[in-house]
């Protein structure tokens, strides 16, 4: 516990934690299972090219999101990537999605020859808001990518009727909603698809890769065909494509880790309540909060700073870095206002998206996060709270 200013590791004290605290999952499935597993691939000798390792995780994950098609990738980038170049008519070039999001994903459109055109976001809920799509939306526009986040789902149903108009086809980065559960669906089978990511920090784990769900068989034909250059057959080639497949070995981690998904989904929530108890008295913040209506698997913690702090919400996670609490400021800075915004657009209006991206914080979570790191997190938190005006002014000096 600090009780000097000199006690923080930015001023030269010892860090609080000996060890890191992520901000990913970092869950391992059962290890008997994964070896289980990796012992079929080496009596094989099939380590890749859609084996069937692959070919079990796929159905798995088709009944975990109750959709009919699967399609896994090496990575979620590549399977969005495939995504934007499959869906994009001929003659339309701009990709709709959030500036309030992961600084990779316009990348994705550019790699796949479109630009991304950048619309405001919902308060509080963070998803897209259907009324900015629709000022955004145009003849040009190919594909509305919304991303739903992980306190909230996107509105379907307003972005399905705005984006109707033009007709533009929806597609979802839903990395953070594997296991949620809204109005009695589950997240998988909304848009033309669904994107979901099998890397070491997120819920399912496959050290890395990611996977397509969708209802739309001839689509799924489509990206299976994409992620193996193109082959229908020996030799044949039915369209553009690359190597996006996912190897066996990265299939038996995943096949373990989702023995153990329902086990993680529940420890994040008990992580999440204890540090709402745990920050309780901490002044002049609180937590975004997780809709009681709904099933969520609760992957990250977001602490809010109120404007009343005098530090900055990126100087009071710079102090918890150095004490080895891997906090970030949370989608900071916004995409439209950072070198992701193409050359020679405008840059555009978004209020909502610029008030939310000075808020919030990223707290560690996952499996190496306990009750007692939440504890002294609280503690270390309060005490910049209390001495914050002479943090503040070190810092400047």
């Excluded at 995943?254 to 108890?277: F, K, T, W």
Aim: charged letters at 25%; one cysteine or more; proline letters at 5%.
């Amino acid at each position: 516990m600090k009780k000097r200013v000199d006690d923080l590791a930015l001023f030269g004290g010892q860090a609080e934690f000996a060890s890191v605290r992520p901000i990913g999952q970092l869950a391992i499935g059962p290890e008997e299972i994964f070896f289980q597993q990796a012992k079929r691939i080496f009596e094989g000798r099939r380590l890749t090219n859609n084996g069937p390792l692959v070919r079990d995780l796929e159905a798995r994950l088709s009944d975990l999101h109750q959709v009919s098609e699967c399609v896994s990738f090496c990575s979620a980038s590549l399977a969005i990537m495939a995504l934007l170049r499959l869906l994009a008519e001929k003659g339309r070039t701009e990709v709709i999605m959030p500036a309030f999001t992961y600084p990779g994903l316009p990348h994705l459109a550019r790699w796949a020859g479109l630009t991304p055109r950048f619309a405001d976001i919902l308060p509080m809920r963070h998803t897209l808001d259907p009324a900015s799509v629709a000022e955004v939306a145009s003849r040009d526009t190919a594909v509305v990518l919304a991303v739903h986040q992980v306190n909230s789902l996107c509105d379907v149903a307003g972005l399905k009727e705005v984006a109707g108009e033009y007709d533009i086809p929806v597609l979802y980065d839903s990395v953070h909603g594997v296991g949620c559960v809204h109005d009695g669906k589950r997240v998988g089978g909304h848009g033309v698809a669904e994107v979901f990511s099998l890397h070491a920090t997120k819920i399912v784990n496959g050290f890395e890769g990611g996977y397509v769900t969708t209802n739309d068989a001839k689509l799924a034909e489509k990206l299976r065909l994409a992620r193996n250059f193109g082959f229908a057959g020996q030799d044949a080639v039915s369209q553009c494509g690359f190597n996006g497949k996912l190897n066996e070995l990265h299939a038996a981690l995943a096949l373990a880790s989702l023995e153990s998904v329902g086990d993680v989904m529940r420890g994040n929530r008990i992580r999440y309540e204890q540090y709402l108890r745990h920050f309780r008295s901490v002044p002049n913040c609180s937590f975004l909060r997780y809709a009681e209506d709904s099933e969520w698997n609760y992957e990250f913690v977001l602490l809010e700073l109120f404007p009343d702090w005098k530090m900055s919400r990126d100087d009071v996670v710079d102090v918890m870095r150095r004490e080895n609490a891997l906090a970030r400021p949370y989608y900071s800075p916004p995409l439209h206002l950072s070198p992701h915004m193409p050359e020679g657009q405008p840059v555009p209006s978004l209020p909502v998206t610029e008030q939310e991206a000075v808020k919030f914080i990223q707290m560690p979570v996952g499996e190496l996060v306990d009750e007692d790191t939440i504890r002294r997190l609280a503690g270390l938190v309060a005490f910049v709270h209390d001495n914050q005006e002479e943090i503040a002014g070190r810092l400047a000096s």
